[in-house]
């Protein structure tokens, strides 16, 4: 138990080592030995706290218990496996551009890391002020990664903004092509946990939104 606290320290300290810039916290992050699943937290929590924030969407549609805890857990999951393939993009892209390449796992690790601020996503909950902190976690997120990608390839900040885009518009492109295959393993995923067909489309999952089951049947009556 003593070295789960421990471990969790060391992912609130590395999230707040991103979010105020302390180089000193990266490099101590830098030689961890558990730093590659030290980010992996990061945005998993990052993942837990995006839809967190959007649980009163959940509960309208009668997610509770249980269900609201696998939900979670998906969302969580689901998280890290499309941060994971936005690394794997960046990580070719990056070669493309710059010349040179950190490695597969450093560039993981960045882009994990640069879900940090996402960790706040259950301000969401804030009534009016929900959607424009959405906006604000989303863009100072994009932010972090496109400095992330600078350190890591060693480059100037229009190069790294270069790599950045490129690597955003090549996720929008495997969003819109993805969509479908994407939307019938989630839907599988879920009918297969929770028994209730899902209302996420593909290009839901591939933009980080969660898993949303519909379970709630609207009745004819209310639509008169």
């Given amino acids: 138990m003593e070295a789960f606290f421990d471990f969790m320290a060391s992912v609130w300290l590395v999230i707040w080592g991103v979010l105020t810039g302390d180089e000193s916290v990266t490099e101590w992050f830098r030689v961890h030995p558990l730093n590659l699943e030290i980010s992996m937290t990061v945005a998993a929590l990052a993942g837990a706290s995006t839809l967190l924030g959007d649980s009163v969407v959940l509960f309208l549609n009668r997610v509770r218990g249980w269900r609201f805890a696998i939900t979670m857990l998906l969302n969580a999951f689901g998280f890290v496996l499309l941060y994971a ?12 551009v710059v010349g040179h390449s950190p490695g597969l796992v450093a560039v993981t690790r960045g882009v994990m890391l640069a879900t940090a601020p996402l960790v706040f996503g259950f301000f969401v909950l ?14 100072w997120g994009l932010l972090v990664l496109w400095v992330v990608v600078d350190v890591l390839f060693q480059t100037d900040l ?6 950045t885009g490129i690597g955003w518009a090549v996720m929008q492109l495997l969003s819109w092509s993805l969509s479908r295959p994407v939307a019938w393993i989630g839907d599988r995923i879920w009918r297969l946990v929770s028994g209730q067909p899902s209302m996420m489309t593909g290009r839901d999952l591939l933009s980080g939104h969660m898993f949303m089951p519909l379970d709630y049947q609207l009745d004819p009556k209310e639509v008169r």
């Fill in 85 to 96: 393939l936005q690394a794997l993009v960046i990580a070719i892209v990056g070669p493309l």
């Fill in 126 to 139: 804030i009534p009016y002020l929900g959607p424009a902190i959405a906006r604000v976690l989303q863009a």
């Fill in 158 to 163: 229009w190069t790294a903004l270069l790599v």
